[in-house]
């Protein structure tokens, strides 16, 4: 985490971040840097080198609001709360957490999981905006398989931001039993050799915490650790002989 900087200038600098919104706003949902050129009536001369400079303009906007969500602390004060309003209310849109860049996307589910550190225990969103930003949270998992994808290690900081937050309480107080059978499996799948401690730690840490807070534990749930059991990887069957013990 980056030193922090003062009241004034943090609040200005996450006023600017939301002002994607504004810029956005006029996009078609299913925005991507080929296919917006569809918005603006000069189609023939919107370049395909001014598709670029939009898609990157949005990866930079949205590279900044989450350096400065990262600075700040839980609970701040009012000032910096009213200013993170828009910038909430942006990365919610359709533009943003559905992109079609799947770097703009997981940068948009890193600063959705800083909010909702900032805001903890208050859940920041309502029940069907926390659960379609937990599915794109799941889906950002998906980049751990890969250690040489760019997105990779602000997938890693996502899962660990979920895990210190106790954040799969949220979902299963939302009752999403569905998205947490698909976080397992996307657990078990992407484990890798090449995986650091700190990744296996947290994805141990998420799914005990599942297991031991779920009232009941659903038999769909234990038959997919029972089937990773079977599986011949030396290495998931140590990971998983370790996350057995602690049942």
């Not at 957490?97 to 948009?108: C, G, Q, T």
């Not at 895990?163 to 979902?171: A, D, E, H, K, P």
Request: glycine fraction near 4%.
């Amino acid at each position: 985490m980056g030193p922090l900087v003062g009241e004034t200038e943090l609040s200005e600098a996450l006023v600017n971040a939301g002002k994607i919104s504004s810029s956005l706003h006029h996009l078609p949902k299913r925005f991507s840097i080929f296919s917006m050129c569809e918005s603006f009536s000069d189609f023939v001369t919107f370049s395909p080198y001014k598709w670029l400079l939009v898609g990157i303009r949005c990866l930079c906007r949205v590279k900044e609001a989450e350096g400065q969500l990262s600075k700040l602390v839980q609970d701040p004060i009012a000032a910096v709360q009213n200013a993170l309003r828009p910038l909430m209310k942006a990365l919610v849109s359709a533009h943003l957490l559905r992109n079609r860049d799947s770097d703009v996307w997981v940068y948009v589910v890193s600063c959705l999981t800083e909010i909702m550190r900032i805001t903890a225990p208050e859940v920041p969103y309502n029940d069907d905006q926390m659960k379609e930003i937990f599915k794109m949270t799941v889906r950002a998992f998906g980049k751990l398989a890969d250690t040489s994808c760019p997105s990779y290690k602000k997938a890693v900081g996502v899962l660990d931001t979920v895990s210190r937050v106790r954040l799969s309480l949220v979902m299963l107080d939302l009752e999403c039993d569905d998205l947490i059978l698909k976080m397992f499996r996307q657990f078990l799948k992407t484990i890798r050799p090449n995986h650091p401690e700190s990744v296996l730690l947290s994805m141990e840490a998420i799914m005990v915490t599942v297991i031991h807070e779920s009232e009941e534990v659903p038999m769909d749930l234990l038959e997919i650790l029972l089937a990773a059991l079977n599986k011949e990887s030396q290495t998931s069957h140590q990971w998983l002989r370790g996350l057995r013990r602690r049942f």
